[in-house]
């Protein structure tokens, strides 16, 4: 079975530079979660969509974005990046935002800033 | 968001069953109780979850106490793959229903 798809799978970039990492949904699935993991934190949840409108905020910083679109894959996009934005980056999809729906989780983006 | 306390790590002989806990004594009438888990270097993985009633699938079984303050995550035999961080999350009928991560129990399978 498709499952979601995230690239790129891994990333180096220098400070101050910018970043997009996309995530490609299970087919008909139209909510799409995003997650930073720190080296040996949580998951902490950034920011979701539902049916391409931002649906929940976290603690995502103001110099990161992130949209869906009409294919319902999305994207995050982050700028000014600063050493403290190595981590990794987990997209899930859903079908629906209802409580009694699973997640389900790519296998993330390794962003690494130097 | 209703929060969920979990014992940080617990320990389990192969092939024997797991049993792990979950308080959420603020839990809501709406709130579904879902069960995650993160192996080593991969994204997390769904379990199981629950809203009232006892839940089994092929990974795992899902027991909720009668007030629903409380539930456990049953491994009937824990194999060295089932090493991981786990984690129980409430995750609201209505609204966003995002998946808020605390810290979980990281299991550790004894061969």
């Known amino acids: 079975a498709a499952g979601v798809i995230q690239s790129p799978r891994h990333l180096i970039k220098e400070k101050r530079e910018t970043a997009t990492l996309k995530c490609y949904p299970i087919p008909r699935h139209d909510t799409v979660y995003w997650y930073q993991q720190g080296p040996g934190q949580d998951p902490q949840f950034l920011i979701s969509f539902y049916e391409k409108m931002q649906s929940d905020k976290g603690s995502i910083p103001d110099r990161f974005s992130a949209q869906q679109f009409s294919d319902y894959h999305s994207e995050l996009n982050m700028s000014s990046l600063e050493l403290g934005d190595s981590a990794l980056y987990f997209c899930?999809?859903?079908?629906?935002?209802?409580?009694?729906?699973?997640?389900?989780f790519g296998q993330g983006t390794r962003l690494t800033v130097v | 968001d209703a929060k969920t306390t979990q014992p940080n790590s617990m320990e389990s002989n192969e092939e024997e069953p797991v049993h792990l806990p979950c308080n959420h004594s603020?839990?809501?009438?709406?709130?579904?109780i879902h069960w995650y888990r993160q192996l080593p270097s991969q994204g997390p993985e769904y379990v199981i979850h629950?809203?009232?009633s006892n839940v089994n699938n092929r990974m795992a079984s899902l027991a909720i106490a009668e007030d629903r303050k409380s539930s456990t995550l049953i491994l009937h035999r824990a194999t060295l793959r089932d090493a991981a961080v786990y984690y129980c999350i409430l995750r609201d009928q209505t609204g966003a229903n995002n998946l808020f991560f605390g810290t979980g129990t990281r299991l550790t399978v004894i061969p």
């Open positions: 629950g809203l009232t």
């Open positions: 899930a999809s859903s079908s629906g935002q209802g409580g009694g729906t699973e997640a389900f």
């Open positions: 603020t839990i809501s009438g709406t709130d579904y």
